[in-house]
């Protein structure tokens, strides 16, 4: 977190940003202040050789230096050891800009301007210039050049890291003011820390001296999960070498995120502007390309309808042999999506040949249980745990992060786990691991502590030891209690059989004039009366007059069913009624038939069964259920079944045929002998419980202690009462 130090500079900024109040709206100070907050960052980066690029940008164009060598020459001066173009041309800095008030805006642009071409870009991408005009114009351009020229923002007073806290600090300050939906928020810097931590544990090769690593998020925003991973790597391997790469779809973010890489001398051009998704404009930056290491945020809650056309194109044209073969969630959460992206982008696993990949990704609670089996996301959490993917999953505590307060999940995925963790899945709950903060910041309350000790530490440490019922001393409304909050699971027990039951339909037949009545709201019978004719008025009021006494006719036939009383056996109703019909020569076609089996007919658990064409009982559709049967001890996974829709089961049928048959016997047919199993409908589900796994079961208090205080409050109010009337 911010030092307070640090948080005096932010407070600064933010005072600064308050006098913009009339030209801008405060949702508006984020177009103003975050790039000049980059752009104050940069000309203290530049500041002390400022003259000196000018002295040898002059030298250098005066030997007509090739415009190609100008950047490397250029940069040198500023930095011998630096790789990526950083450097200013212009004759301006803030202090020299404030030398000219009257043309401080043409001064500003040509300031920006002399950049090189990657600062360059990052202003373009703010869209500053616009800014810089409006601020001309309304009288605040130079008083905000001049306080901003009051912050110290050089590397030596905030390092790149305590940067990145101020950053975080402001851009949730200004979602606060514009009031950001909750799926576009910024993770704060602990859960980084944490997810940086878990996913690096047991990575032994990446302390190796003079190792190389690939560290990817596909949805870097600010780019904070790539500097923490960079931090937290080099901190136990100062000589590892890191390839950081990263997309974002927000031209901000992404500014901010280029503009960190590039004082830090990080490759600029790993960081994709775009969708990373597709949204027809934009695709996938890094197509084709795998990673050692992945990390992302991405957007939770938040409809795809954006991409909707790209994936669901991709899905159907590529299938597994594209990103999203297992499946596609449902429209209003596309979080499903960026790990089945990050899936595909994992190097072959060592049993291939290859080093293997690990992922560390933060959810809401949708991606554990949302979908029915069979559908999209259960299908997905299917492919993954059947592939032995899913390593751990833990459990957040609320009110985390800033711009909202539910709960969240990291997910740790890989394709090289270790032989003890493999068929099996770590959940931990983390929920109760944490502090409240002295000052909360929208809606982040609550905090991660990190250092020795801390929840960071412990939360790792319970990971790492991978131990099945490891417990941990927590507050539970206030009180310290031991819980169990690490449990380990084969992979099959998150599986289940969805079983379609069915129950004979039982219907009796009565001819009364009740159910009669009820003929006429069957749209059959009702269109026997209704000509389609269009315009020729005589054969519509002809054919409409047939109708009806085609009508007539059927109730003079169905009348004469009534003296029978009611029926028991449908079969019987049906003989009856055909023989009724043709001996009055009635014609009853087969939708009209069937009208009057649906307004005559009423279910009857005493009745006979009904039978279908081909002598086989028919089911009650208002009687049908299902029934979620675990994966018995022993499964082999991956089970045989084809992803998607509509897709055949046989070869699932034939190898769960004896466990559905065996629960069906246990805990059905007791209590419903007439029952049976559609089998063609059987589907494979999985769900993550992971809050079921951890509940604890509090009985309530005794009657006695409750009647006791009701006794209690109702003295009180009496009392008041009195005092009151007196």
Not at 32 to 37: E, T
Not at 393 to 413: C, E, K, M, S
């Given at each position: 977190?911010?030092?307070e130090?640090?948080?005096?500079?932010?407070?600064k900024?933010?005072?600064?940003a308050?006098?913009?109040?009339?030209?801008?709206?405060p949702p508006?100070?984020?177009l103003?202040?975050?790039p000049?907050?980059v752009?104050?960052r940069?000309?203290?980066v530049?500041e002390p050789t400022k003259e000196a690029v000018?002295?040898?940008?002059?030298?250098l164009?005066?030997?007509r230096?090739?415009?190609k060598a100008?950047?490397?020459l250029l940069?040198k001066v500023v930095?011998?050891d630096?790789?990526?173009?950083l450097?200013?041309?212009?004759?301006y800095?803030f202090q020299?800009?404030?030398?000219?008030?009257?043309?401080?805006?043409?001064?500003l642009?040509?300031?920006i301007?002399g950049?090189?071409?990657t600062a360059?870009?990052?202003?373009e991408k703010f869209k500053f210039?616009?800014?810089?005009e409006k601020l001309?114009s309304?009288?605040?351009?130079?008083?905000?050049?001049?306080a901003?020229a009051?912050v110290d923002?050089?590397?030596?007073?905030?390092?790149n890291?305590q940067?990145?806290?101020l950053?975080?600090?402001?851009?949730m300050?200004?979602?606060?003011?514009?009031?950001e939906?909750a799926?576009?928020?910024f993770?704060?810097?602990?859960?980084?820390r944490?997810?940086?931590?878990?996913v690096?544990?047991?990575?032994?090769d990446?302390y190796?001296s003079g190792?190389?690593?690939e560290?990817?998020?596909p949805?870097?925003?600010?780019?904070g999960?790539?500097s923490?991973?960079e931090?937290?790597?080099?901190a136990?391997n100062?000589?590892?070498n890191?390839?950081?790469?990263g997309?974002?779809y927000?031209?901000?973010?992404?500014?901010?995120?280029?503009?960190d890489?590039?004082?830090?001398?990080e490759e600029t051009d790993?960081i994709?502007?775009?969708d990373?998704?597709g949204?027809?404009k934009t695709?996938?930056?890094?197509?084709?390309?795998?990673f050692h290491?992945m990390?992302?945020n991405?957007?939770?809650?938040v409809?795809w309808k954006?991409?909707?056309?790209v994936?669901?194109k991709?899905?159907?044209?590529?299938?597994?042999s594209?990103r999203?073969g297992?499946?596609l969630?449902?429209?209003n959460?596309?979080?499903?999506?960026?790990l089945q992206h990050?899936?595909?982008k994992m190097k072959?696993?060592?049993e291939?040949?290859?080093?293997?990949?690990k992922?560390?990704?933060?959810?809401n609670g949708s991606?554990?249980?949302?979908?029915?089996?069979?559908?999209?996301?259960?299908?997905?959490?299917r492919?993954i745990?059947?592939?032995?993917?899913l390593?751990?999953?833990?459990a957040l505590?609320?009110?985390?992060?800033y711009?909202?307060g539910i709960f969240?999940?990291?997910?740790?995925?890989t394709?090289?786990?270790?032989q003890?963790?493999?068929?099996?899945?770590q959940?931990i709950?983390g929920?109760?691991?944490?502090?409240k903060m002295k000052?909360?910041?929208?809606?982040k309350?609550?905090?991660?502590?990190d250092g020795p000790?801390?929840?960071?530490a412990?939360?790792?440490?319970?990971?790492g030891?991978f131990?099945?019922?490891e417990?941990?001393?927590?507050?539970i409304d206030?009180q310290p209690?031991?819980?169990v909050?690490?449990?380990?699971?084969?992979?099959r027990?998150?599986?289940?059989?969805k079983?379609?039951v069915e129950?004979?339909?039982?219907?009796?037949?009565e001819?009364?004039?009740?159910?009669?009545?009820l003929l006429e709201e069957?749209?059959?019978?009702?269109?026997?009366?209704?000509?389609k004719?269009?315009?020729d008025?005589?054969?519509?009021?002809?054919?409409e007059?047939a109708?009806q006494?085609?009508?007539?006719?059927?109730r003079?036939?169905?009348?004469?069913?009534?003296?029978t009383?009611r029926?028991k056996?449908r079969?019987?109703?049906l003989?009856?009624?055909?023989?009724?019909?043709k001996?009055?020569?009635?014609?009853?076609?087969?939708?009209?038939k069937?009208?009057?089996?649906?307004?005559?007919?009423?279910r009857?658990?005493?009745a006979?069964?009904c039978?279908d064409?081909?002598?086989n009982w028919e089911p009650?559709?208002?009687?049908r259920?299902?029934?979620?049967?675990?994966?018995?001890a022993g499964?082999?996974?991956?089970l045989?079944m084809?992803?998607?829709?509509?897709?055949?089961?046989d070869?699932?049928?034939a190898l769960m045929?004896?466990t559905?048959d065996?629960?069906?016997?246990?805990?059905?047919?007791?209590?419903?002998?007439?029952?049976?199993?559609?089998y063609?409908?059987?589907k494979?589900?999985?769900?993550?419980?992971i809050?079921?796994?951890?509940?604890v079961y509090k009985?309530?208090?005794?009657l006695a202690?409750?009647e006791?205080?009701?006794?209690?409050?109702?003295?009180d109010?009496?009392?008041?009462?009195?005092e009151?009337?007196?």
């Amino acid at each position: 977190m911010l030092t307070e130090r640090h948080k005096e500079i932010a407070g600064k900024i933010w005072e600064i940003a308050n006098r913009l109040r009339g030209p801008y709206r405060p949702p508006q100070y984020r177009l103003v202040m975050l790039p000049m907050v980059v752009l104050r960052r940069l000309d203290c980066v530049l500041e002390p050789t400022k003259e000196a690029v000018l002295k040898e940008h002059k030298r250098l164009l005066a030997a007509r230096t090739p415009e190609k060598a100008l950047p490397r020459l250029l940069t040198k001066v500023v930095d011998a050891d630096r790789k990526q173009p950083l450097y200013n041309t212009s004759a301006y800095t803030f202090q020299k800009l404030l030398d000219d008030s009257e043309n401080i805006a043409p001064n500003l642009v040509a300031y920006i301007n002399g950049f090189s071409d990657t600062a360059r870009r990052i202003f373009e991408k703010f869209k500053f210039s616009d800014q810089i005009e409006k601020l001309d114009s309304s009288n605040r351009l130079y008083s905000i050049v001049q306080a901003m020229a009051g912050v110290d923002l050089h590397p030596d007073r905030i390092d790149n890291i305590q940067m990145g806290y101020l950053f975080e600090y402001l851009v949730m300050r200004f979602n606060e003011q514009a009031n950001e939906e909750a799926g576009d928020h910024f993770t704060p810097r602990e859960v980084i820390r944490l997810m940086t931590h878990l996913v690096y544990t047991g990575e032994e090769d990446v302390y190796r001296s003079g190792i190389y690593r690939e560290i990817y998020d596909p949805a870097c925003g600010t780019g904070g999960m790539l500097s923490v991973s960079e931090e937290t790597i080099r901190a136990g391997n100062a000589s590892a070498n890191l390839g950081l790469y990263g997309q974002e779809y927000n031209d901000e973010s992404w500014a901010i995120c280029c503009s960190d890489m590039l004082i830090k001398d990080e490759e600029t051009d790993q960081i994709v502007l775009g969708d990373t998704l597709g949204d027809g404009k934009t695709r996938d930056g890094f197509s084709g390309r795998q990673f050692h290491y992945m990390l992302a945020n991405p957007p939770f809650g938040v409809e795809w309808k954006d991409q909707q056309k790209v994936v669901e194109k991709e899905a159907e044209e590529l299938g597994f042999s594209g990103r999203f073969g297992a499946g596609l969630p449902a429209i209003n959460d596309g979080s499903l999506l960026f790990l089945q992206h990050m899936i595909s982008k994992m190097k072959a696993s060592p049993e291939q040949g290859g080093e293997g990949s690990k992922i560390a990704i933060i959810f809401n609670g949708s991606p554990l249980f949302s979908g029915d089996a069979g559908s999209g996301p259960s299908n997905i959490r299917r492919w993954i745990i059947e592939n032995d993917w899913l390593d751990a999953i833990v459990a957040l505590p609320d009110q985390l992060f800033y711009n909202t307060g539910i709960f969240t999940y990291v997910w740790l995925v890989t394709n090289r786990k270790p032989q003890e963790r493999r068929g099996k899945v770590q959940l931990i709950d983390g929920t109760r691991f944490y502090q409240k903060m002295k000052k909360s910041l929208n809606n982040k309350r609550n905090e991660l502590t990190d250092g020795p000790g801390g929840h960071i530490a412990r939360l790792t440490e319970l990971y790492g030891n991978f131990k099945d019922g490891e417990r941990e001393t927590v507050q539970i409304d206030g009180q310290p209690e031991s819980r169990v909050v690490s449990r380990n699971f084969e992979n099959r027990e998150f599986g289940f059989l969805k079983v379609t039951v069915e129950r004979p339909l039982r219907m009796n037949f009565e001819g009364t004039e009740e159910r009669l009545g009820l003929l006429e709201e069957q749209s059959a019978f009702a269109n026997l009366a209704v000509s389609k004719k269009r315009k020729d008025a005589k054969t519509i009021a002809e054919e409409e007059a047939a109708g009806q006494a085609h009508q007539d006719a059927i109730r003079a036939v169905l009348r004469t069913l009534s003296p029978t009383g009611r029926y028991k056996d449908r079969a019987l109703f049906l003989e009856d009624l055909e023989e009724a019909a043709k001996a009055r020569k009635v014609k009853l076609p087969a939708p009209v038939k069937k009208a009057i089996l649906n307004a005559l007919g009423e279910r009857d658990p005493k009745a006979e069964i009904c039978y279908d064409a081909d002598g086989n009982w028919e089911p009650d559709s208002e009687l049908r259920d299902t029934e979620n049967i675990p994966l018995p001890a022993g499964t082999t996974l991956p089970l045989p079944m084809h992803f998607g829709p509509d897709q055949r089961n046989d070869d699932l049928v034939a190898l769960m045929t004896p466990t559905i048959d065996e629960y069906m016997q246990a805990e059905v047919l007791p209590h419903v002998p007439d029952a049976w199993v559609d089998y063609s409908k059987t589907k494979v589900g999985y769900e993550i419980p992971i809050n079921r796994h951890f509940y604890v079961y509090k009985p309530p208090r005794p009657l006695a202690e409750i009647e006791s205080d009701i006794g209690s409050i109702e003295d009180d109010i009496a009392g008041l009462l009195r005092e009151l009337g007196a």
